[in-house]
């Protein structure tokens, strides 16, 4: 869920010198700096990254170690005067001393993140592979804690207490009108509060459950099949046979599950509507920026001196938006940046990020009264997340449902409705299409033959080694109307296996809210550390961890997140890999086609045939793949 820049990540963040010994808070950091504003004291020397760039990538800890040389401090004398200071046994010229250490305790502790960050955008595996290969966490003496051991992942994700989402949650909240709601102030993936994550946990779960894949599946895989057939269509028009994986399913197939699902209706052309009055009442103001008190700007100025507009975070009486497929992705992807990518609290992501969710907010609105209008009516109106919990709200929820007695209908109101289900569609559609190309590379991988196996070592009962024509084999029985059920389950171990070798994401954050708590016998950990837990490293604490097996445990699958706060897409995004694969693998000779000349490799691959990510290495652009004409394209894309 989480890789950063490490150009740019330190420049805003001002909480990354997580100093055990000092007694004083860390001097707050100035936001990102125009050429005219005065240098940052604090900002880290990273140009060792840059102009060594092939050498610092080559080990994790020689550059941690050299990084640690070029941002110096004191860490002794530091703790020194941290405690005579506590003690109030401090002289002037050792509190200007103790200010002086606090600064490069910060430039330091930055630095550390700036390492991570480039690691994690070139390098993420082995950088955790070489820090398992030595230690369960690596905690540098100043700035974040990296977890890499498996049951030390699942320790620190079900320690709510010691390790809160507060990182996300902060600017969660931000979407939330408690004012105007009935005091509802926080969405539940991103509050550690018992009390408030168990009552809409609860509502939550009565109209999102395991229930439901059963009830999607054949839309989805008519959506799947559809796309495909669009793509072979036009294959036969060009005379060149090639998917694009991004655009033509990984992007949009969400959406459709957005629209027909979670209830956020798309139209073939945009269109607009006039807010009502409530809707400028709850969203035409102004939301905090980067600092949690300045509003966001409408304007602003980069690091390099040039000005950029910013969209509104008050919604205007014309800001109603009806969206098209287009337009629910770049909201849902622009909403999830802000809430957690976005480490480096940029104001440009957080104004796109705000402007996206409220549009999104108002449009639910709008739908909301259009179905409440049908339904007073005694119409029909379709089965969704958002009409389920209209219905609760009006006393007509559907008795197969059966609505937990805890829930209080008179408790859910319109924008607890509208701000759940954002906060959903957000959490559970966004990181799909990395997950499906994800997947699908590595089914690739597992026929080219690049992962490891030893078929010496005995397997456990109900495992074997996976291989690419039985899964091909899995698609075809589906599509032949043969052991479907079991073809399907069958097909979702493979992908779950295949994003346990390669995951969306290797990074969730938290932070350390115990004053001096510890993970698997570390240093203790000052309040307000951030802690990286690589659930993706977690996911490698099996039997041959690099091997294709098929048939592990589910708790060795950690796609979801792990504890209180694992995602409510768990139940709907292998419908979404399954019927996707299903649809991919049916084209004939699936292969990546030959790369071009002089295209680049890395450390951002450029490669026809490989999956490009954008160069944050964050979100999904374009997966070419070529297949054949005639054979199984023919027979199932007619």
Request: glycine fraction near 8%.
């Amino acid at each position: 869920m989480l890789r950063i820049d490490y150009e740019n990540w330190p420049n805003n963040w001002a909480n990354l010198a997580g100093h055990e010994g000092s007694a004083t808070e860390t001097p707050a950091l100035p936001g990102t700096r125009s050429s005219t504003q005065p240098e940052d004291p604090t900002a880290p020397d990273l140009s060792y990254l840059k102009q060594n760039f092939a050498e610092a990538l080559a080990s994790f800890y020689a550059t941690i170690a050299r990084i640690l040389e070029d941002n110096p401090v004191d860490l002794a004398r530091l703790s020194e005067l941290a405690a005579k200071a506590a003690a109030g046994d401090v002289t002037p010229d050792e509190i200007t001393e103790l200010q002086t250490l606090k600064v490069a305790a910060t430039r330091q502790g930055r630095a550390v993140g700036g390492v991570y960050g480039f690691f994690l955008k070139y390098k993420p595996y082995p950088m955790l592979s070489e820090i398992r290969a030595r230690e369960k966490l690596f905690q540098p003496p100043l700035g974040p804690v990296l977890v890499v051991d498996g049951g030390s992942v699942r320790d620190v994700l079900t320690r709510h207490d010691a390790f809160t989402v507060d990182p996300y949650g902060r600017e969660m909240i931000k979407s939330m009108t408690p004012a105007e709601n009935g005091g509802f102030d926080a969405f539940i993936l991103g509050t550690d509060d018992a009390e408030k994550f168990i009552e809409d946990k609860t509502l939550l779960t009565t109209v999102v459950n395991k229930d439901d894949p059963a009830k999607i599946t054949e839309l989805v895989h008519q959506d799947c099949i559809r796309r495909v057939e669009q793509v072979v269509d036009a294959s036969r028009a060009d005379d060149q046979a090639q998917i694009d994986v991004v655009t033509a399913l990984a992007r949009f197939v969400p959406v459709t599950v957005s629209h027909h699902y979670f209830g956020i209706p798309t139209v073939e052309e945009k269109g607009a509507f006039e807010l009502t009055l409530d809707m400028l009442r709850y969203y035409g103001t102004k939301v905090a920026g980067p600092d949690g008190v300045t509003p966001l700007p409408t304007s602003h100025t980069r690091p390099d001196g040039s000005t950029v507009d910013l969209p509104d975070s008050a919604l205007g009486q014309s800001d109603g938006v009806t969206p098209d497929e287009a337009q629910v992705y770049e909201w849902i992807k622009a909403a999830f940046q802000n809430f957690f990518n976005n480490v480096q609290k940029d104001v440009e992501v957080q104004a796109q990020g705000v402007r996206a969710y409220r549009e999104l907010l108002v449009y639910l609105l709008r739908e909301l009264d259009i179905q409440r209008a049908a339904l007073t009516a005694g119409d029909a109106v379709p089965d969704t997340m958002v009409s389920r919990l209209l219905k609760l709200q009006m006393g007509l929820a559907d008795p197969e449902l059966t609505p937990d007695p805890e829930v209080d209908p008179a408790r859910v109101g319109d924008l607890r409705i509208v701000e759940n289900v954002m906060g959903t569609v957000v959490g559970a559609v966004a990181g799909q299409e990395e997950a499906t190309c994800r997947m699908i590379d590595s089914i690739l991988r597992l026929k080219e033959g690049e992962f490891e196996q030893d078929d010496t070592a005995p397997l456990c009962d109900g495992q074997r080694y996976g291989s690419f024509e039985e899964a091909r084999q899995l698609a075809l029985n589906v599509l032949e109307n043969r052991d479907v059920a079991e073809s399907r389950w069958q097909l979702r171990q493979y992908a779950l296996e295949a994003l346990r070798l390669q995951p969306q994401a290797e990074i969730l954050l938290r932070e350390c809210r115990e004053e001096g708590a510890t993970i698997s016998g570390s240093r203790p950990i000052r309040a307000g550390t951030l802690i990286f837990v690589a659930h993706g490293s977690a996911m490698k604490d099996v039997e041959q961890p690099d091997a294709f097996i098929v048939g592990r445990d589910a708790e060795n699958y950690l796609q979801f997140g792990h504890g209180r706060h694992k995602c409510l897409g768990q139940y709907i995004s292998p419908v979404i890999l399954v019927e996707t694969l299903i649809a991919v693998l049916a084209l004939d000779n699936l292969r990546r086609p030959d790369p071009r000349p002089g295209e680049s490799a890395f450390p951002l691959e450029r490669r026809f045939g490989r999956l490009q990510l954008d160069d944050n290495n964050l979100y999904a652009k374009t997966f070419t793949l070529e297949f054949d004409l005639g054979g199984t394209t023919d027979r199932y894309f007619s």
